[in-house]
């Protein structure tokens, strides 16, 4: 993943489909400590950078825009339309529109939605299990291709830049998951929950819960409600699409 060594950011999972990706990242504020140099080399990795530089000017947007989803975005999907275009013989727009950028707002939404993402072969039927899901961030953790991601607690990552759970709890959480979500396994009941849910003090059912309507309960973030109200108070909104306490049961 060339981009995500570029910019200001940590990829912590994907998943390319026959027809759109899913993209879920950390955007970092490092790029504030870069020399103006370390800003030029980045930028001239994917665009030209002029003889003649006005450095007053120039560094400081570049800078922005190393930290910006909406320019990683853009160096995504730009080489993507124009590639399809030509094969087709083609021009005009290739995407559907704009991306969707949803917030997450704790812990448990950051792994609700890695799981979702990682989980999007096998709910359209493209896969049976994790480890065949081609083209996913969860296939290159369980293949050691995984360079580019952010490392669990257990991988080469230290301190605060590594996922708070080892590789072999999320894998575990991922089959998991997908074993109950999937239509041919309804009624497949798992020997015992994974340890990790029990760690964050999320129940089995109402995970399960979450996670089967995740396209359908949250839109713009995701979050236990106090998370979502208190995001809420940021936006200076009233209410946010999301989890509501009639949703919520014993687990």
């Known amino acids: 993943m060339l981009l995500a060594s570029i910019f200001a950011i940590d990829l912590i999972a994907y998943a390319v489909m026959q027809n759109h ?12 400590a870069w020399s103006d140099e370390e800003v030029c080399r980045r930028w001239g990795a994917i665009f030209t950078v002029p003889t003649e530089l006005d450095a007053s000017s120039l560094i400081p947007l570049w800078r922005e825009r190393l930290s910006s989803i909406s320019w990683f975005m853009r160096c995504v999907n730009e080489p ?12 005009g727009r290739f995407w559907e529109g704009r991306f969707k950028l949803q917030a997450l707002l704790d812990d448990s939404a950051l792994y609700k939605c890695m799981i979702y993402v990682d989980l999007n072969p096998i ?37 605060g830049d590594a996922l708070p759970l080892t590789k072999r709890e999320y894998v575990e959480l991922v089959d998991w998951t997908g074993r109950l979500i999937r239509p041919d396994k309804r009624g497949y009941v798992p020997a015992r929950t994974p340890a990790f849910l029990e760690r964050i003090e999320v129940g089995e059912r109402q995970w399960m819960r979450e996670m089967k309507h995740y396209g359908t309960w949250y839109y713009r973030a995701v979050g236990s409600i106090s998370a979502l109200e208190r995001y809420c108070a940021h936006l200076q909104q009233q209410w946010l699409k999301g989890m509501s306490r009639s949703r919520l049961e014993p687990a």
Request: proline share 2%; glycine share 6%.
């Open 21 to 32: 990706y899913h993209v879920v990242r950390i955007e970092e504020s490092r790029a504030t």
């Open 80 to 91: 993507i339309a124009r590639r399809s275009n030509a094969e087709d013989k083609c021009t």
């Open 123 to 159: 709910r359209a039927g493209l896969a049976l299990v994790p480890e065949h899901s081609s083209h996913t961030s969860v296939m290159a953790r369980i293949e050691g291709r995984d360079a580019h991601l952010v490392a669990f607690v257990d991988g080469a990552a230290t301190g």
